[in-house]
């Protein structure tokens, strides 16, 4: 991790500071913000600021030139901080190097990606983004986003997931269900009984035999029913 944040260190300061100035990480001391420039974010799949640990979160920047000179949109990097301590960093978020000429009165966006460690406990968190820029001579930097975020487990949301594929798997069995009942009702040896019949709980076994056992109302006594198939005729039928 040191040598990532020294690698950083020194592509950073190749990119900004080619007059041979001490290796500055970009997060530490970061140049002074432009008036000429206006900024603005959006998370497009994460809105509420709620990112799942491990799974790559977009932001897109929007830049408002409203100075009279062209500027150079160089770099955007991001960090995870403590909530309520920002010197404590996390994570560094990769430093993403950018190419975006914007003259004077234009607008621009860039799409910065970062990856929260899929590490993460179920907490929230500070996020800052930092984007990098200059004109002719003078190096500037702005504070794009910094917020407290909510850092969820993505395993918390395949559980959900999970519930819901059981919800619609028990709804499907339900409507089965539903439809068997009623063929069941229209066999011939059940008309007589038919009011009396309120469960009907039915297996099928590895030989694709079917077995119901009817609990009625009416009377104390069960049927067992078996047949062959599920698409067993009446004839096939024999009551135990
Ligand atoms: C992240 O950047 C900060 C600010 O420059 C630095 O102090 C810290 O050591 C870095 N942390 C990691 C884990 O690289
Ligand atoms: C922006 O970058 C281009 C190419 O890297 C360079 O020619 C131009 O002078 C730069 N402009 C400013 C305002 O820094
Ligand atoms: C982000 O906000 C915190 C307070 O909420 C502040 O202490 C910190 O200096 C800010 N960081 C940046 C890079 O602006």
Not at 75 to 96: E, R
Not at 173 to 188: C, R
Not at 207 to 212: A, D, G, K, N
Request: aromatic share 12%; glycine share 6%.
């Amino acid at each position: 991790m040191l040598l990532l944040a020294c690698c950083l260190a020194a592509a950073y300061s190749v990119q900004a500071q080619p007059s041979g100035l001490p290796l500055r990480h970009p997060l530490t001391d970061p140049p002074a913000p432009s008036p000429s420039v206006q900024t603005q974010y959006w998370f497009p799949s994460h809105p509420q600021l709620q990112f799942p640990a491990g799974t790559p979160i977009d932001v897109v920047v929007g830049i408002h030139n409203v100075g009279a000179q062209p500027l150079n949109f160089t770099a955007i990097m991001g960090s995870l901080n403590a909530k309520d301590k920002f010197s404590f960093f996390i994570q560094n978020f990769t430093f993403t190097e950018y190419d975006a000429y914007v003259p004077a009165g234009e607008e621009a966006s860039l799409q910065y990606t970062f990856l929260p460690d899929g590490s993460l406990p179920q907490l929230e968190f500070q996020v800052a983004v930092q984007l990098f820029y200059n004109d002719q001579q003078v190096q500037f930097s702005n504070t794009v986003f910094n917020r407290t975020i909510d850092i969820f487990e993505v395993s918390s949301f395949i559980d959900f997931q999970l519930l819901g594929l059981w919800a619609l798997v028990l709804a499907v069995a339900g409507v089965g269900g539903f439809f068997l009942y009623k063929y069941i009702l229209g066999m011939p040896f059940m008309k007589q009984d038919r009011q009396r019949v309120v469960l009907a709980i039915c297996t099928i076994d590895p030989h694709l035999e079917l077995m119901c056992v009817f609990l009625s109302v009416g009377s104390p006594s069960q049927h067992h029913v078996r047949g062959k198939q599920a698409q067993t005729t009446s004839t096939a039928i024999d009551v135990i």
